[in-house]
C-alpha cells in the first residue's frame, strides 16, 4: 500500500514537470514577444493593454493619478444600455509590405481577411452603425437594429481610402474612423481632401484622435483639452458635422482626461481595454480585432 502510494506520488510529480515547464517557456515568449512590438510601434501597447485586460477578472481600468490638479469637472453619468455591442478596432488594413517585420502584424489585418469578416458580418445579419447612433439606441431615442456592431478605424491611415472605404461601400457597412488631425496630409496618412470626400457619403463619421496622437495623459489638463478641443474644431469645420467621440490615443486616459475631453464637448470616449460597449461614457471599452485570427476567432469574439 505504502509503495503503490509513493508509485502515485511519483506519477504526479513526473506529471507537473512539463506542465511547468510549459507555463514559464509560454510565458517568456509572450513576453519578450511583446517587448519587441513595443519597441517597434508605440501604438501596439494598446495590444498589450488589451490583452493583458483579456487576461484579467478586472480588467475595466480605473483612474490613475492625474497630471496636473485642475477644478474637478464632473464626468457625465453612464448612459446604461442593457446588452453589449462589440466596438472592433482596426488599424492598418494591408499586406505586411516587409513579411520580416512580424511586429507589424498584430495591427494589421490583410484586406483579404478583413473582407472575409465584412462577408461574416453581412451572412449574419450584424447591422454596422456609427457611435452617435449608438448613443441613440442606449439613451432610449430609437430601437436598435438587428446584432448592432460599431467598426471603428484608427489613426487615418491612406488604407483607409484606398482598401476600407471601397469593400465598406460593396457592403453599405458604417464605419467610424477616429483622426490626429495633425498628422492628415503627412506620409502614410490620408488628406483632408480625401476625407471630406468619404465623409460627404455619409458611409463613415470622422471623430476625433487628437493633435499630434498625443498621450493625453502624459500632458498639462490645459495642453490635454488643447489637444482636444483643437483637433475637434479642425473635424467639425473639414466635415461640417458634429464631432462627439474621441478614442484617447494608445487607449490611454485617466480621470483628469477625461474631465477635459467632457469640457471639449465629446459625449463619449473610447480605449482599448477589452470587451463590449454596455453604456455610453468616457472609457469605454473596444475589441482590437487580431490580424492573426482565422475567421472562426472573429466570430467567436463579437
Ligand atoms: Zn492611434
Keep these: 500500500m505504502a509503495k503503490k502510494i509513493f508509485l502515485i506520488k511519483t506519477k504526479w510529480w513526473f506529471g507537473i514537470i512539463p506542465i511547468l515547464f510549459s507555463i514559464l517557456l509560454g510565458y517568456y515568449l509572450i513576453n519578450s514577444f511583446n517587448q519587441k512590438i513595443e519597441k517597434t510601434y508605440p501604438e501596439s501597447k494598446i495590444s498589450y493593454q488589451s490583452s493583458h485586460a483579456e487576461a484579467s477578472s478586472s480588467a475595466k481600468p480605473t ?102 472605404y471601397p469593400i465598406l461601400t460593396r457592403f453599405n457597412f458604417h464605419a467610424v474612423s477616429f483622426i490626429p488631425t495633425g498628422l492628415i496630409g503627412t506620409s502614410y496618412y490620408m488628406n483632408w481632401g480625401q476625407i471630406r470626400e468619404i465623409a460627404q457619403s455619409g458611409l463613415v463619421t470622422f471623430e476625433d484622435h487628437t493633435v499630434s496622437h498625443a498621450n493625453l495623459a502624459g500632458l498639462s489638463y490645459d495642453q490635454a483639452l488643447k489637444q482636444m478641443t483643437d483637433s475637434k474644431n479642425e473635424l467639425q469645420s473639414q466635415t461640417g458635422y458634429p464631432v462627439n467621440f474621441i478614442a484617447y490615443p494608445y487607449g490611454i486616459s485617466n480621470s483628469l482626461v477625461q474631465q477635459a475631453a467632457t469640457v471639449a464637448g465629446f459625449v463619449g470616449g473610447v480605449g482599448t481595454w477589452y470587451g463590449k460597449a454596455d453604456g455610453i461614457y468616457m472609457n469605454m471599452p473596444r475589441i482590437k480585432v487580431s490580424g492573426y485570427w482565422a475567421i472562426e476567432e472573429f466570430a467567436s469574439r463579437i
Design 63 to 164: 483612474a490613475t493619478p492625474a497630471a496636473s490638479i485642475k477644478p474637478v469637472v464632473n464626468l457625465p453619468p453612464k448612459i446604461s444600455g442593457s446588452f453589449g455591442v462589440p466596438i472592433l478596432t482596426y488599424h492598418f488594413v494591408a499586406n505586411n509590405p516587409n513579411p520580416q517585420d512580424i511586429a507589424r502584424d498584430s495591427l494589421e489585418v490583410t484586406p483579404d481577411k478583413f473582407e472575409a469578416q465584412m462577408d461574416y458580418l453581412s451572412s449574419h445579419g450584424y447591422t454596422p452603425i456609427s457611435l452617435d447612433t449608438l448613443f441613440a439606441i442606449f439613451s432610449k431615442q430609437t430601437s436598435a437594429p438587428a446584432k448592432p456592431i460599431v467598426l471603428t478605424f484608427d489613426d487615418g491611415y491612406i488604407d483607409f481610402y484606398t482598401t476600407v
